[in-house]
């Protein structure tokens, strides 16, 4: 069964700007807390943002202040708009739900370089 679907990643310059998206099959998904994950080649999976049911966001540092989580539980779909990206942020991207729920999503690749 397909749990999560990522899409929108891609190559963008320094300083650019993508959005990703998160289709959810998840069962009462406006009742739970949400998350973007990301992978870098030799580096294990991390926590990127958060957002409650209520709508409280929370990033981590790295990100804060250019990225925006967000959510429409009518669609049941997560969104990540990533502004000001740099090199550092280039990996693959994941959505799940807090506690993560197996199987993981496939994942969309960003991919920031000059």
């Known amino acids: 069964q397909v749990q999560f679907v990522e899409s929108g990643g891609g190559l963008v310059q320094p300083g650019g700007s993508l959005t990703l998206s998160c289709a959810a099959s998840?069962?009462?998904?406006?009742?739970?807390?949400m998350a973007w994950y990301r992978q870098a080649p030799g580096r294990q999976r991390e926590l990127v943002a958060m957002?409650?049911?209520?709508?409280?966001?929370n990033y981590v540092e790295a990100v804060k202040g250019r990225f925006t989580i967000s959510r429409d539980n009518a669609k049941k779909t997560l969104n990540l708009q990533m502004n000001g990206l740099n090199p550092e942020d280039t990996a693959v991207y994941y959505c799940?739900?807090?506690?993560?729920?197996?199987?993981w999503g496939q994942g969309t690749q960003v991919t920031v370089s000059s």
């Open positions: 799940n739900k807090n506690v993560n729920q197996l199987p």
């Open positions: 998840l069962s009462f998904f406006g009742s739970k807390t």
């Open positions: 957002i409650l049911a209520d709508g409280t966001k």
